[in-house]
């Protein structure tokens, strides 16, 4: 199996609790040797524990001192056009957080970057690689006119009590230039997505509630409908509460059910909720996920179906305790060696940021 040289670009709340730790454990796929972050106390903690080779402060640094076959960017939003162009523009394929972009003409960057050096740049869906997900597409019916409701439900609390156990680094140091760069990048990026500068609570809902979160769950949506041969429809109704900490949006779906999804930022209980449920004309098919920051923690995946004599029959489905991260890692090695396709590609990616920004234009148009 050939081993790829990867970088990792950002090592903040998922890069440290997940790419990080995937990466130094495939290392038949992968040779983990190269960190770029601005802080020095996140690099030197993840240098000693992962042994990384070489340990920069920003991108073209890591880029000049070693060579990469390919490099996983977690960094912040706001930089992931001019990350993944920069690396792209090098010869490296990509593996980047999502979202791709907060606007659509980051995206546009992104591929332009990627046409012209013809490399892999597959977008960080794990969900979209989860064996249960993977699972449930088998259960969907063959018509979209059998799905009556998609419905997503998440309550999302900040994520202490699920790192908690992990061997966090927290970035106290990192400089106020660079976060005087991130402020501007992102009050410019949010505007030109919302058509004007947004209200505090539109810009906390527009990054964080739509592109930040809810994006998570339009891409399982996504590849659901792809499954079933159709794209993401237009958005029929978009709205924001609590001050942006929740979200919702709603859409028709082509063989005329409904598309219905909820994201709630709800800081003060510990409790992490992620449901989609897909009700259909016979089947009720729902997945529960566990939140992204426990490892080897299965989703549950429920069938009900009429079992006769008008008794329900309930399924539950335990398909895999293999973890969706390191999948995901597996499946970009494929890619990036000529083995497989890129399941997650970055027209499915832009059309989800097209699609979240409508919902945004609708709640605060």
């Known amino acids: 199996m050939k081993r790829l040289r990867v970088g990792l670009v950002g090592a903040g709340l998922v890069g440290q609790a997940e790419h990080a730790f995937y990466l130094w454990e495939e290392r038949e796929r992968f040779e983990f040797v190269g960190l770029a972050d601005a802080s020095a106390a996140v690099r030197d903690a993840l240098g000693a524990r992962y042994g990384i080779q070489e340990l920069h402060p920003d991108l073209?640094?890591?880029?000049q001192a070693t060579k990469l076959d390919a490099l996983v960017i977690a960094a912040p939003d706001p930089f992931?056009?001019?990350?993944?162009?920069?690396?792209?523009?090098?010869?490296?394929?990509?593996?980047?957080?999502?979202?791709?972009?907060?606007?659509?003409?980051?995206?546009?960057?992104?591929?332009?970057?990627?046409?012209?050096?013809?490399?892999?740049?597959?977008?960080?869906?794990?969900?979209?690689?989860d064996p249960a997900y993977r699972k449930a597409l088998d259960l969907l019916p063959k018509m979209i006119d059998d799905v009556k409701l998609i419905s997503v439900e998440v309550n999302d609390p900040d994520q202490d009590p699920f790192v908690a156990h992990l061997p966090m680094t927290l970035p106290n140091d990192i400089p106020?230039?660079?976060?005087?760069?991130?402020?501007?990048?992102?009050?410019?990026?949010?505007?030109?997505?919302?058509?004007?500068?947004?209200?505090?609570?539109?810009?906390?809902?527009?990054?964080?509630?739509?592109?930040?979160?809810?994006?998570?769950?339009?891409?399982?949506?996504?590849?659901?409908?792809?499954?079933?041969?159709?794209?993401?429809?237009?958005?029929s109704h978009g709205s924001f509460f609590?001050?942006?900490?929740?979200?919702?949006?709603?859409?028709?779906?082509?063989?005329?059910?409904?598309?219905?999804?909820?994201?709630?930022?709800?800081?003060?209980?510990?409790?992490?909720?992620?449901?989609?449920?897909?009700?259909?004309?016979?089947?009720?098919?729902?997945?529960?996920?566990?939140?992204?920051?426990?490892?080897?923690?299965?989703?549950?995946?429920?069938?009900?179906?009429?079992?006769?004599?008008?008794?329900?029959?309930?399924?539950?489905?335990?398909v895999s305790?293999?973890?969706?991260?390191?999948?995901?890692?597996?499946?970009?090695?494929?890619?990036?060696?000529?083995?497989?396709?890129?399941?997650?590609p970055l027209e499915q990616a832009r059309r989800d940021v097209e699609f979240l920004i409508s919902a945004y234009r609708k709640a605060e148009p």
């Open 60 to 63: 073209p640094s890591l880029l």
């Open 80 to 129: 992931h056009p001019d990350l993944a162009a920069t690396a792209l523009d090098a010869g490296l394929h990509v593996l980047c957080e999502k979202p791709l972009s907060l606007t659509l003409s980051g995206c546009d960057r992104i591929k332009a970057a990627r046409d012209k050096a013809g490399k892999v740049l597959q977008v960080a869906y794990m969900k979209r690689h």
């Open 176 to 235: 106020t230039a660079l976060k005087d760069q991130f402020k501007a990048a992102n009050t410019a990026q949010l505007a030109e997505s919302a058509g004007r500068t947004p209200s505090e609570a539109g810009a906390r809902a527009l990054s964080g509630g739509f592109l930040s979160s809810l994006v998570h769950d339009v891409g399982v949506v996504h590849g659901m409908l792809l499954h079933m041969g159709h794209d993401l429809p237009p958005v």
């Open 242 to 318: 609590d001050g942006g900490r929740g979200v919702q949006l709603a859409a028709d779906l082509p063989g005329g059910g409904r598309l219905s999804m909820t994201h709630l930022n709800l800081a003060g209980v510990p409790d992490y909720t992620e449901r989609i449920t897909v009700y259909c004309t016979d089947r009720i098919i729902e997945l529960t996920f566990p939140s992204p920051y426990l490892r080897h923690f299965p989703t549950k995946l429920t069938l009900r179906k009429d079992g006769g004599a008008k008794a329900l029959e309930t399924h539950e489905f335990r």
């Open 321 to 344: 305790y293999e973890e969706a991260f390191r999948d995901q890692l597996r499946a970009f090695h494929a890619a990036a060696c000529g083995e497989g396709p890129v399941k997650t």
